[in-house]
């Protein structure tokens, strides 16, 4: 069983509706590339203007699938930076794919990226540092 998921099974975004009830419920998956994907599809209740993706949301998303990234790779690591810049709003009811991939590592500091899109065009992009934390006594 991979140990750093284990460590993230009650997380607000993907922990399954048992472990987390609040969570958004996103199911991550690592493709053969070491690139994650998932879908989402906003509901009213992640509304932040009228009809529109809440931008924390958004934002949690992409630090989700960048986290899965190392966490899938049983990599322990936690987020140091999250740059976000948004792009196009996300309408309520729109499918979102989301995208990320682990750019470069260097001595247990890992750069990320992750994208939501919709319809093929990217709508909300964001970079990350992720450092594995030192182990405590």
Same mark, same amino acid.
Do not use: W
């Given at each position: 069983?991979? !140990?750093?998921?284990?460590?993230?099974?009650?997380?607000?975004?993907?922990?399954?509706?048992?472990?987390? @009830?609040?969570?958004?419920?996103?199911?991550?998956?690592?493709?053969?590339?070491?690139?994650?994907? =998932?879908?989402?599809? @906003?509901?009213? /209740?992640?509304?932040? +203007?009228?009809?529109?993706?809440?931008?924390?949301? =958004?934002?949690?998303?992409? $630090?989700?699938?960048?986290? !899965?990234?190392?966490?899938?790779?049983?990599? @322990?690591?936690?987020? =140091? /930076?999250? $740059?976000?810049?948004? !792009?196009?709003?996300?309408?309520?009811?729109?499918?979102?794919?989301?995208?990320?991939?682990? $750019?470069?590592?260097?001595?247990?500091? +890992?750069?990320?990226?992750?994208?939501?899109?919709?319809?093929?065009?990217?709508?909300? *992009? =964001? *970079?990350?540092?992720?450092?594995?934390?030192? @182990?405590?006594?």
């Amino acid at each position: 069983m991979n !140990h750093a998921l284990t460590l993230h099974k009650s997380c607000a975004v993907c922990a399954s509706e048992q472990q987390n @009830p609040y969570s958004l419920g996103v199911e991550y998956q690592l493709s053969e590339e070491n690139l994650v994907f =998932a879908q989402f599809t @906003p509901q009213v /209740r992640h509304m932040g +203007y009228q009809n529109l993706l809440h931008g924390g949301i =958004a934002s949690a998303l992409l $630090d989700g699938a960048m986290t !899965h990234c190392l966490l899938l790779q049983n990599i @322990p690591a936690l987020t =140091a /930076r999250l $740059d976000v810049r948004y !792009h196009e709003p996300i309408a309520i009811g729109e499918q979102v794919m989301i995208f990320a991939r682990c $750019d470069t590592q260097k001595r247990g500091i +890992y750069q990320l990226s992750a994208e939501l899109c919709v319809q093929g065009k990217v709508h909300v *992009s =964001a *970079s990350g540092k992720f450092i594995v934390p030192k @182990p405590q006594n």
